[in-house]
């Protein structure tokens, strides 16, 4: 009992340590599976792009994972929205927002390749314009991580109870 004791210690150990210095290695590319990463410069990328669109508008980032990286990095850090505003489930943003609320404002949508979004051409059902996408690609290593593919939106009508 005492050596199984043991080895699962110096095994969790182990696994601590390997799990913090996959993280930490900046030049480690761990694939598709690396969520870490390009999320600041992302921001950065996005703070440019809000600066030339009209308010008011609204950030959207398809999958809560991008919308809530995204209302942490951008500067002023945004109230975000997430697939409720395309008319599909946003988990908590579900509650936290009522798209419908925003009818007229312009957007913002940013999806994760990684997550995909299987009707981008969708947008131009919800919105008087859609501008062509902006592909924002996160490399890490010298390779590719993903690529973030933005739209900037105009006219929003509403999800209005659709569902893709």
């Given at each position: 009992?005492?050596?199984?004791?043991?080895?699962?210690?110096?095994?969790?150990?182990?696994?601590?340590?390997?799990?913090?210095?996959?993280?930490?290695?900046?030049?480690?590319?761990?694939?598709?599976?690396?969520?870490f990463s390009g999320w600041e410069s992302l921001a950065?990328?996005?703070?440019?792009?809000?600066?030339?669109?009209?308010?008011?508008y609204f950030i959207c980032g398809y999958e809560y994972?991008?919308?809530?990286?995204?209302?942490?990095?951008?500067?002023?850090?945004?109230?975000?929205?997430?697939?409720?505003?395309?008319?599909?489930?946003g988990l908590q943003y579900d509650y936290w927002s009522?798209?419908?609320?925003?009818?007229?404002?312009?957007?913002?949508?940013?999806?994760?390749?990684?997550?995909?979004?299987?009707?981008?051409?969708?947008?131009?059902?919800?919105?008087?314009?859609?501008?062509?996408?902006?592909?924002?690609?996160?490399?890490?290593?010298?390779?590719?991580?993903?690529?973030?593919?933005?739209?900037?939106?105009?006219?929003?009508?509403?999800?209005?109870?659709?569902?893709?």
């Amino acid at each position: 009992v005492r050596l199984w004791g043991k080895t699962s210690i110096i095994f969790l150990v182990l696994t601590f340590i390997l799990l913090h210095i996959v993280i930490l290695l900046p030049g480690l590319y761990s694939g598709k599976g690396d969520y870490f990463s390009g999320w600041e410069s992302l921001a950065a990328g996005i703070d440019e792009i809000r600066m030339d669109i009209r308010e008011p508008y609204f950030i959207c980032g398809y999958e809560y994972k991008t919308a809530s990286m995204l209302a942490f990095y951008l500067k002023d850090h945004p109230e975000t929205l997430s697939n409720n505003v395309v008319g599909k489930g946003g988990l908590q943003y579900d509650y936290w927002s009522d798209p419908d609320t925003l009818v007229g404002y312009n957007a913002i949508f940013v999806y994760d390749e990684r997550v995909e979004y299987k009707n981008p051409e969708h947008l131009a059902d919800l919105f008087d314009s859609v501008s062509p996408e902006e592909i924002f690609t996160v490399k890490k290593g010298g390779k590719i991580v993903t690529n973030f593919h933005i739209f900037k939106c105009y006219g929003y009508h509403g999800s209005g109870g659709l569902t893709e």
